[in-house]
């Protein structure tokens, strides 16, 4: 199964080795495949961002916006996991998510 991260979350106010966090724990504990979801003309600079943060070590792809199915971590309302950013204020709330759909 996938997890899809929007790609707009990786950036601030969210807190990228948190990011880095999710991604770990969803591909080691639970088995999901990682997908960062950007639109087409930013995943260049998503992919760079990731790599110089060291958080891209977890992240299987970077794909378009809606053509992947699975678990959705997002700001938007048809997301499974509705958060405005991932931090450590909420990554607990995220990593229990996570745990449910695994």
Known sequence: MNLIIDGHLTYPPSEIMCVR???LYSTVWTE???LI???KQYRDHVWRHLRASGAYD???AIVSVDREPG?????RPRSNILVTK???ENL???INRIK???
């Open 58 to 60: 977890y992240v299987d």
């Open 37 to 39: 979801e950007i639109e």
């Open 32 to 34: 999901f495949d990682v």
């Open 71 to 75: 678990l959705k971590i997002s700001d």
């Open 100 to 102: 449910r759909f695994g």
């Open 92 to 94: 607990n709330y995220i």
């Open 21 to 23: 966090d999710v991604t």
């Open 86 to 88: 991932i931090a450590c």
